[in-house]
């Protein structure tokens, strides 16, 4: 049962930031201070599950750097849909809505800070991590009960495919 006041069949895409919400807000700096960011196993598995189920997933993302691009790359994602360096994450979302011909109603967005709010205010489902700062989580449809980096993309994406029956069964045998 979903705890997510919204209908989730409705939704046919996910779109998520990467700093504060697929990992985690404090991060180690590399000795030429880049971030080295962490990844939740379990977040990369959802978002696997949910392209292999035919959803559209995306990224807005203000991070950049190879690792990245690479991380969504052997996930599967359609390069396309990776918005690396966004400085203006609207136009970006816009340009994913317009390419999937997708409505506002059926986007659930998933942000932790300022320069989310934006989308967040204009998507159907706007989403957030436990932690994500008092603004964002203000205009929050659904707050997670995780943290960001500690499985709260994992925890909207097996709801929403929970709620549209698509969750692999005990006996489901995936095949990548």
């Known amino acids: 049962m979903s705890t997510i006041n919204y209908d989730l069949c409705r939704v046919r895409a996910l779109l998520f930031d990467v700093d504060g919400v697929l990992s985690a807000s404090v991060v180690p700096m590399a000795p030429d201070g880049g971030p080295l960011r962490t990844v939740n196993v379990k977040d990369g ?9 035919q959803l559209h997933v995306g ?4 991070g950049r750097g190879e690792a990245l691009r690479q991380r969504f790359h052997t996930l599967g994602f359609d390069p396309k849909d990776v918005y690396l360096g966004s400085s203006v994450k609207l136009g970006d979302y816009r340009d994913f809505l317009q390419r999937h011909g997708l409505s506002e ?8 800070d300022l320069p989310d709010i934006p989308v ?4 159907g489902l706007p989403c957030c991590p436990r932690d994500a700062v008092p603004d964002v989580k203000r205009v929050c449809r659904y707050i997670s009960h995780a943290d960001g980096g500690h499985g709260c993309a994992r ?5 929403v495919l929970r709620a549209q029956g698509h969750w692999p069964s005990d006996e489901e045998e995936l095949r990548w």
Not at 105 to 112: P, T
Not at 120 to 123: A, E, F, V
Request: charged share 25%; hydrophobic share 45%.
């Open 45 to 53: 598995y959802a978002l696997q599950l949910a392209l292999l189920r």
């Open 59 to 62: 990224i807005l993302s203000g």
């Open 105 to 112: 109603d059926e986007v659930a967005y998933m942000g932790d």
């Open 120 to 123: 967040l205010r204009r998507c």
């Open 155 to 159: 925890n909207l994406i097996e709801q």
